[in-house]
């Protein structure tokens, strides 16, 4: 997934040959990062903890609008897959790519080592009962990706060439000022924003940290200290900057030919690993499920209790797949429909895939095989102590059935950080442009900068970078889920009319 949602654990790899680079990139990005996550992970406080206000910001925004809608992510989940399998495609349609196309580039933006990672570090800190919060909060989340999609389509624009410019900052501008004079002051304000943090957060999370994280498992697997890469990570990302500049050239068509591919590829083989640790443990299954249930309400106080867990829980899935932070509607403004519903129905399909499937299954994974045999104790305290990285941990549960596979995690690694970035990539070209201009010099500059960063990104290890695109990234979700709440209500409208028309045949099917 996202850098948010690949920050346990994982520490960028560094070198003496580049220490004293990093030391002035961290002294410079130090202060600038402290600013940006003390306004933008601002902590309420919940019983005995503290927690950052963008976590209920996101989650009492994703329950209000699947009550709103009627809880669209569970009775519409049937079409979604009708839609997503081209059921419903009309070839005269507008747009640059198939549902399924804009669904795999929005999941591969979602989709990686925070699955592999992150769950682990939920898992380890909350006990097996986050899991069950995970589920639910993965869920409810289907309904917030509904809802930012439909817009995306709603407001986007289509060039004369039949490019498509779409996503939050076009339905925060748009929509809002549909409402008034006063409305598209603050919608105008709100999009300016989210471009902003859009932008900062290609750079640093969805590249930088996807690359430093790359760059460390290469050089781990061919031989750490002794790998070719080990202070060399530079050559790994320029090798890396070229291939994701040659896919990037071609737009959001070119993104959606590699994503279609390697996502449902890297995603099948993991969850084929999955299942066949699962396999191996088939008896236990029905006592792990009982074990994530029976904690999830009565948690034992060394994971904080209740609260904790829930916390851990939701924290999971709200980094884990981006529902509510808007991105996704950016790729999916781009699919062939005239239908924006369809493709807001699609788009539910992301949290469930990545959160409900794939977190889930990475969590059985880890309880099953008794924390990889570290034990859940011992796992709680080598997370508390940094001893043991997340990955580590994940690596480890696999590797009790499947003695070869952490090469192939490896492998994963690589190829998931490759299809965030080159999301991601698309993401801030899309903010880029709407501040700067659809230009093709504006998008030449953007994909070059963002070319560099690659390349930046695989020799330093300055940690205030990465938490700086962290928090840009999160920075996301207030602009959005404010329009969000503005707008829910043309959504509401455009859905009913959508199920009417579906169910009197007037929208045709082409099975």
């Known amino acids: 997934m996202l850098a948010f949602a690949q920050d346990p654990g994982v520490e960028p790899a560094a070198g003496t040959a580049t220490s004293t680079i990093d030391e002035k990139i961290q002294a410079v990005f130090e202060p ?162 989210f471009s902003i943090a859009c932008i900062g957060g290609s750079l640093g999370g969805g590249n930088m940290v996807q690359i430093n994280q790359a760059t460390q498992q290469l050089t781990e697997v061919t031989g750490g200290v002794n790998s070719f890469f080990y202070e060399r990570g530079w050559i790994f990302g320029l090798l890396m900057a070229v291939t994701v500049g040659l896919i990037i050239l071609g737009g959001i068509k070119s993104i959606a030919k590699v994503t279609d591919k390697v996502v449902p590829f890297m995603v099948g083989v993991y969850v084929l690993a999955s299942l066949v640790v699962l396999g191996y443990h088939i008896t236990d299954i029905p006592a792990a499920f009982g074990i994530i249930f029976s904690n999830a309400f009565n948690a034992d106080a060394l994971y904080g209790g209740f609260v904790g867990v829930l916390i851990q829980g939701f924290r999971r899935a709200a980094f884990s797949n981006e529902a509510g932070i808007g991105s996704a509607s950016i790729a999916h403004s781009a699919a062939k429909t005239d239908e924006p519903i369809s493709e807001g129905i699609v788009a539910l399909l992301e949290p ?32 508390v102590a940094g001893t043991v990285g997340d990955i580590t941990l994940t690596s480890a549960a696999f590797e009790t059935v499947i003695s070869w596979f952490p090469v192939v995690l490896s492998i994963a690694v690589i190829l998931f950080a490759l299809s965030t970035m080159i999301s991601w990539s698309y993401y801030g070209l899309k903010a880029w442009t709407y501040l700067f201009g659809e230009s093709k010099l504006n998008e030449a500059i953007y994909k070059i900068i963002f070319c560099l960063f690659v390349v930046i990104g695989s020799a330093i290890s300055a940690s205030a970078v990465f938490n700086f695109g962290d928090a840009m990234i999160f920075a996301m979700c207030f602009p959005n889920v404010m329009g969000l709440y503005i707008l829910m209500p043309n959504v509401r409208r455009a859905l009913q009319d959508y199920l009417h028309r579906v169910r009197t045949g007037e929208i045709t099917r082409f099975d």
């Open 352 to 383: 469930f895939i990545d959160t409900v499937v794939i977190c889930t299954m990475t969590a059985l994974v880890i309880i099953i095989t008794n924390y990889g045999g570290y034990g859940a104790e011992t796992a709680f305290a080598n997370k």
């Open 32 to 193: 600038i990062t402290a600013v940006v996550e003390s306004i933008v992970f601002f902590t309420v406080p919940v019983g005995d903890f503290d927690i950052p206000f963008v976590l209920p910001w996101l989650i009492i925004g994703a329950t209000v609008f699947t009550v709103y809608m009627g809880f669209i992510n569970i009775t519409a989940f049937k079409h979604a897959l009708d839609v997503v399998s081209g059921k419903f495609d009309d070839p005269d349609d507008q747009g640059e790519v198939s549902h399924f196309q804009a669904l795999t580039a929005a999941l591969s933006g979602t989709v990686g080592v925070g699955n592999i990672a992150g769950v682990a570090f939920a898992v380890a800190l909350g006990g097996p009962g986050a899991t069950f919060w995970m589920i639910i909060a993965g869920l409810l989340g289907m309904t917030s990706k509904f809802v930012e999609c439909s817009l995306g389509l709603m407001y986007r624009d289509v060039h004369a060439d039949g490019s498509v410019s779409g996503g939050p900052m076009y339905y925060l501008d748009r929509g809002l000022k549909e409402k008034g004079p006063g409305w598209a002051v603050l919608g105008k304000v709100l999009a300016v924003m």
